[in-house]
């Protein structure tokens, strides 16, 4: 190589390696509290590892056989489902309802939109505490106005037909605000020209809301979808505060279970290998949704 050839790349080659020392802190931080977590997980899966066998033996695929035959395994995953469909899509849909409405130039608009915001803001371990007292058979706001209603009294974190229901209005109380602020973002992101084009072409609240608002909405619902399904999955602290999974593992999800093997049971052979189970139908799942619907998403 050429000595003026090789001054003209020596400025790239300077910036190249200053963005990598920039990234470094970063780089070491994903690898040694994300990525080293991940393959030690996923190594240490293939071990049995208990108080029956405290030292770890090597054992296979067998932890992943036990997933097949364990029940109770099959009833987490069927509740992680249904927890996750009971607040994904309540959550987004309230969010965009909410966005658009305090999209308006309404009066106090500037008070409502933290006021919906704040649950997101409130640690989760907190919001469930204060739900448990909202909760509370005896006491409880929730049984209060229900019988002011008319109603009857529920044992909500007492009852299994209930209980998952309970973690499921917390979860849409907590992400609620959060999807709200995103969609907000996307709203006043789209040109106002286009409303006033359509406004003049006589399109009604309807057609607008359906030609302009929600097509150009796409990257944020599409966005929005994969977050909900992830922190869905993802949901434990209500769990453990709320109902310890219980009664009857009636709200006992996947991350719980996790937790319960690993730290109650102290089984981190298999702990391990649900927690590899989980990382694998997250990455399903976030492969499938973008290659069935990022094509369909409309960007300005």
Not at 175 to 191: C, S, T
Not at 284 to 297: C, D, K, N, Q
């Amino acid at each position: 190589m050429s000595a003026r050839r090789w001054r003209r790349l020596l400025p790239c080659r300077r910036q190249t390696i200053e963005a990598y020392l920039c990234l470094l802190p970063s780089l070491l931080f994903l690898l040694t509290f994300t990525h080293w977590p991940i393959f030690r997980s996923i190594w240490l899966s293939l071990f049995r590892w208990n108080l029956a066998h405290p030292d770890p033996t090597f054992a296979g695929i067998e932890n992943y056989a036990r997933l097949v035959t364990d029940s109770t395994f099959r009833k987490v995953l069927w509740n992680t489902g249904w927890y996750a469909a009971g607040t994904v899509v309540p959550s987004i849909v309230l969010g965009l309802f909410l966005a658009i409405l305090l999209n308006q130039r309404i009066r106090g608009v500037s008070v409502f939109r933290p006021a919906f915001f704040y649950p997101t803001l409130i640690p989760t371990a907190a919001a469930a505490m204060i739900w448990v007292v909202l909760f509370t058979p005896g006491y409880g706001l929730v049984n209060y106005y229900l019988r002011a209603l008319g109603g009857r009294g529920i044992e909500w974190l007492n009852d299994a037909s209930w209980a998952m229901w309970a973690l499921i209005i917390v979860g849409v109380w907590k992400h609620v605000g959060q999807y709200m602020l995103i969609f907000l973002a996307g709203l006043q992101a789209i040109p106002t020209e286009l409303y006033e084009a359509a406004l003049t072409e006589g399109a009604t609240w309807r057609q607008s809301l359906t030609r302009i608002t929600l097509p150009l909405l796409g990257p944020m619902t599409f966005f929005v979808g994969i977050i909900a399904v992830i922190d869905s999955f993802q949901s434990v602290d209500q769990v453990y505060i709320m109902t310890k999974g219980g009664p009857y593992d009636s709200t006992n999800v996947l991350l719980y279970y996790i937790y319960q093997h690993a730290f109650q049971y102290a089984d981190f052979g298999y702990g391990s290998t649900l927690s590899t189970f989980l990382l694998l139908l997250l990455l399903l799942f976030t492969v499938v949704y973008i290659r069935a619907l990022s094509w369909r998403v409309t960007y300005q």
